[in-house]
């Protein structure tokens, strides 16, 4: 079973950036498609960015163009998100997933990371 693992949360100012992690266990490991979705306590998860290995494409969700960056190691197995002018409202914990096919059910979940943007 392969596992994700999330790195480079923290707690920072407003405007501040951060760039969060994703590797996944199995170094022979070939997603389609990687992504990130976030979740605050008592609220529903949302997709933030996505990114598909084997045509470069990449997904934002509205609210974080222009501020956040998904991309790629160079290995199968990696998955970064770039995140610059982070707001209040960014704050959420932050899950890297895994897709198998081209559907929109994620196959493998990491834990998360927490990321904290204070005024």
């Known amino acids: 079973q392969v596992q994700l693992a999330e790195s480079g949360g923290g707690l920072v100012q407003a405007g501040d950036s951060l760039r969060l992690s994703c590797a996944a266990s199995?170094?022979?490991?070939?997603?389609?498609?990687m992504g990130w979705f976030r979740q605050a306590p008592g609220k529903e998860r949302e997709f933030v960015a996505s990114?598909?290995?084997?045509?470069?494409?990449?997904n934002y969700e509205h609210s974080i163009k222009g501020r956040f960056t998904i991309s790629r190691g160079n290995a199968d197995d990696t998955v970064y998100l770039q995140m610059n002018g982070l707001k209040p409202e960014d704050t959420d914990i932050y899950c890297c997933?895994?897709?198998?096919?081209?559907?929109?059910?994620?196959?493998?979940w990491g834990q998360g990371t927490q990321v904290t943007a204070a005024t």
């Open positions: 997933a895994a897709n198998n096919t081209a559907s929109n059910c994620e196959d493998y």
């Open positions: 199995e170094r022979t490991f070939s997603p389609y498609k």
């Open positions: 990114i598909t290995f084997t045509t470069g494409f990449t």
